[in-house]
């Protein structure tokens, strides 16, 4: 049995320190055997004996290998599709309502781990009651873990992850695997080729990838303190269309930060201004 790789307290502090100043993740105090759990591996493959010349090899990495194995290693990718579904609906709704007279449609899916989030926007608004067959849909979905984001952009999971999606569906869009891959599904081409996947850290000065109608950053502010959420709510709402729609997880709230967003429902906030038709 390999032998437990000891974290002292000033080891975690010192990760604790990286990780905030890095990614903006908060590492309280209990969190210390979740640490050794996560980076006891990296330490060893990379022929450490002890976290702190880990610590020493991270602080003394320049090409950005070492802290993005880092956050992979940490972060939680809890998903799966239309996780929270009254988000979905309520896309629905808009393309009748505030979105009746948009042709052209852009959606943000800031965190999207492994993509069930980003499909499942793209789902949702190919399957609105109506079509939206003369509408451009783009869905840009970004993310800081690599692992994740090569598994979203692949596009296949396995049968049990779309299980509970209605049969109508996983037709339409789902291709059934074979051989060695019977017991997968991959998200079909031209489904896929609607959605552009990137690597972005939302708590550094990123540049915005563009103006959108929405934008869907949930269950990752959680992570972050409370000065990091307000400085991110903040460049998000630059990033929205007058008018556009803020969507976060439903056990976050923005309810201890400064922002000018208006509530319109269970985690979704709306932007100031008139609706622009585009």
Known sequence: MVSEIHLSPADFSALSQIAYELFGLQLRDG???????RLSGIVRRHGFRRFREYIDYLRADRSGDAQSE????LTTNHTHFYRESAHFAYLQ???GSSWRQHRRLRIWSAACS??????????SLLEAPGGVADREIRVVA???DTNALATATQGIYAATRVAELPAPVRQRYFLRGCGRWADHVRIKPQIASMVQFSRINLVTQFAS?????AIFCRNVMIYFSQETQELL??????????GGYL???HAESLSSIRHSLRYVAPAIYQRAGMVVHR
């Open 31 to 37: 969190k210390q055997s979740l640490v050794v759990a």
């Open 70 to 73: 880092l956050i992979n290693a």
């Open 93 to 95: 709704q808009l393309l």
């Open 114 to 123: 492994t993509g069930e989030e980003p499909y499942s926007i793209l789902i």
């Open 142 to 144: 970004t993310d800081i």
């Open 209 to 213: 990838p563009g103006q959108f109608e």
């Open 233 to 242: 709510v903040n460049r998000l709402t630059d990033s929205l269309e007058a």
């Open 247 to 249: 969507f976060i997880g």
